[in-house]
């Protein structure tokens, strides 16, 4: 089984719609995050999560919000879909680390959202 | 000015090839830099990392940072098909990374 899986893979809205992209993770990490990738922009952070009670926006927070439901659980939402939230959203894991320890995040597989 | 800075693409490249890959960065408090590979319909996966300028080898691969001028590169000798992905260089510091916009390399046969 994925250490990190993502639902649903692909996903079709229409505009103003509520969407919720869930990511779970089975590697017993403690921080989280989501984000978006555009053809020309790469991968952009929308929220990252250091614990369960530790929630925190990225480059790219508008329009969007997150749920840390557990330590194995992080969901994004889209409250009112907009056309220009069409991409390819990533959810990722990490350890704990030290201050100047390397950070290797591990990818989900990807959500496909079309906001048409 | 974006922090990571990556050489444009597509690249196309006989199998065979050594292929050069590079990103500039502009932040100095960068702790650590890291070149992860992307196939197609996939996540992200850490090809190879290092927190100190000079050169990193893998196999195939050899990753170069250079804090001084800011410039991380990614050197892929005997290219092969399998190659054929995306690379995005990746830096940061207090557990969050920023990614360059990555590359599309393709490896013919």
């Known amino acids: 089984d994925a250490d990190v899986t993502q639902t649903p893979r692909n996903r079709i809205t229409k505009t103003g719609k509520r969407i919720m992209l869930e990511c779970s993770q089975t590697?017993?990490?403690?921080?989280m995050y989501w984000y978006r990738q555009d053809p020309g922009l790469g991968l952009r952070l929308i929220y990252y999560?250091?614990?369960?009670?530790?929630?925190n926006k990225g480059e790219i927070s508008d329009g969007y919000s997150v749920s840390r439901q557990a330590q194995a659980k992080f969901s994004l939402s889209l409250e009112s879909a907009i056309p220009n939230q069409t991409a390819l959203y990533f959810c990722?894991?990490?350890?704990?680390?030290?201050?100047?320890?390397?950070?290797?995040?591990?990818f989900g597989p990807g959500t496909r959202l079309t906001v048409l | 000015q974006k922090e990571v800075e990556q050489d444009p693409g597509p690249l196309s490249v006989p199998e065979g090839a050594i292929v050069s890959l590079n990103c500039t960065y502009s932040?100095?408090?960068?702790?650590?830099f890291m070149w992860y590979r992307q196939y197609s319909r996939k996540g992200p996966e850490l090809l190879m990392y290092?927190?100190?300028?000079g050169n990193k080898e893998d196999g195939r691969f050899t990753a170069q940072v250079d804090k001084s001028s800011k410039y991380i590169s990614l050197f892929i000798r005997d290219s092969q098909p399998s190659d054929s992905a995306t690379y995005l260089c990746?830096?940061?510091?207090?557990?969050?990374?920023?990614f360059g916009k990555g590359i599309t390399l393709s490896v013919r046969p």
């Open positions: 990722a894991t990490s350890d704990r680390t030290a201050d100047r320890s390397y950070n290797e995040q591990f």
């Open positions: 290092t927190y100190s300028s």
């Open positions: 932040n100095s408090a960068f702790q650590y």
């Open positions: 990746a830096t940061g510091a207090n557990s969050k990374l920023t």
């Open positions: 590697k017993g990490h403690d921080r």
């Open positions: 999560s250091f614990d369960v009670k530790d929630i």
